[in-house]
């Protein structure tokens, strides 16, 4: 019986009950040695964010020349497509965990420990929605036609706010989550170091450090309902899914450190993030219309890859451009003044010079 276009045929995987377990396993260990290295809080130096930064950059590397070796190309390669698209998503969420930190005044020692909670939560979330989204592909090709529409909907928001001037701005007091939890438990007004709940006044409360960890899961939510149906336009397999996600997450907290200081002179990342969204959408409308009208055509994996890393390339071209421009525009502006010998030097007054 000719097998119909509006079911789903059951998910392939190529991960077995002992690799997932396997995978699991190593992940959680991760985490407990990120949580060690956080114990103490402490200021991160930029050799130590690079030196972490270099190696969750080299295990996603190693992972993909093993399935290569493993299960051929098709596999490595839809891995490394998905790990691009989460990792630019992932430098998105930075953008926002940076705005959380500063609305909220989190201590500089603090910042690596409310990004490591961040980032178990943004796992947790990611494995429920890969689960979720599992299931709804196997309820019908109408699920593509659905994470299509996600995106592409989601692309125009992202340009919309990026045209606006509005992607990345947080007004923490008018968060609904953190008004929610303001309203039910009291909060300090200081941070006591890396603890969340203390005693006072002989009740519970919590401190500041807990309600922006609440904050960033709220965002954690978000960002999944995003980049989830985002790699499974790019892959199938819920196991490479979750592959992607946890790689392109477990590397945030070190590379938080190593670009906190450029990720505001990415002026253009939301419009490149805008059209890689979009695109991926139309891919999976046409995957699911392929399906209906096989005489269409469907976007193979390694165009796509092509696609998004020619996307990323230039928007981050682009914005070097621009600043540059703007750069060399302020520094035209800054002319003497009628009557003056030029600009003073520093560390010099006017009557010192004259």
Excluded: C
Excluded at 128 to 153: D, E, K, M, P, R
Excluded at 211 to 237: L, N
Aim: aromatic share 10%; glycine share 8%; hydrophobic share 55%.
């Amino acid at each position: 019986m000719a097998h119909s276009p509006i079911l789903a045929a059951p998910l392939e995987t190529l991960a077995s009950p002992l690799l997932w377990a396997i995978s699991i396993a190593v992940l959680i260990g991760l985490l407990v040695a990120d949580f060690v290295v956080t114990r103490k809080p402490h200021d991160v130096s930029m050799r130590e964010a690079a030196g972490w930064s270099v190696f969750y950059l080299t295990l996603p590397a190693v992972f993909g020349l093993v399935l290569w070796w493993a299960y051929g190309s098709r596999p490595a390669i839809e891995f490394y497509t998905g790990f691009v698209v989460e990792k630019s998503l992932s430098v998105d969420n930075l953008f926002v965990f940076m705005l959380l930190l500063g609305a909220f005044a989190v201590p500089s020692a603090l910042a690596q420990r409310v990004l490591l909670y961040g980032i178990a939560g943004a796992l947790v979330l990611r494995g429920i929605f890969i689960a979720l989204g599992a299931a709804v592909l196997q309820a019908g090709t109408w699920a593509f036609l659905l994470f299509g529409a996600i995106l592409l909907l989601t692309a125009v928001k992202v340009l919309r706010d990026a045209r606006s001037d509005d992607a990345h701005s947080v007004d923490i007091d008018q968060m609904r989550s953190v008004k929610v939890l303001r309203r039910f438990f009291p909060v300090t007004k200081e941070y006591h170091g890396s603890k969340m709940v203390i005693r006072q006044a002989g009740r519970r409360a919590l401190t500041p450090l807990a309600v922006v960890v609440f904050a960033v899961f709220m965002t954690d939510i978000v960002f999944a309902v995003d980049s989830v149906p985002a790699v499974y336009g790019v892959t199938e397999d819920p196991y490479l899914v979750f592959a992607t996600n946890a790689f392109a997450l477990m590397g945030l907290r070190a590379l938080y450190f190593v670009l906190r200081n450029v990720l505001d002179k990415l002026r253009h990342l939301d419009y490149g993030l805008a059209i890689i969204l979009a695109f991926i959408g139309v891919k999976l409308v046409l995957h699911w219309a392929h399906g209906v009208w096989p005489s269409l055509p469907e976007v193979p994996t390694l165009a796509s890859l092509g696609v998004i890393a020619v996307t990323l390339i230039t928007v981050t071209i682009t914005s070097m451009v621009a600043n540059r421009r703007d750069a060399a525009t302020a520094g035209a502006g800054a002319v003497a003044e009628p009557g003056t010998a030029g600009p003073v030097p520093v560390g010099q007054s006017r009557d010192d010079v004259s």
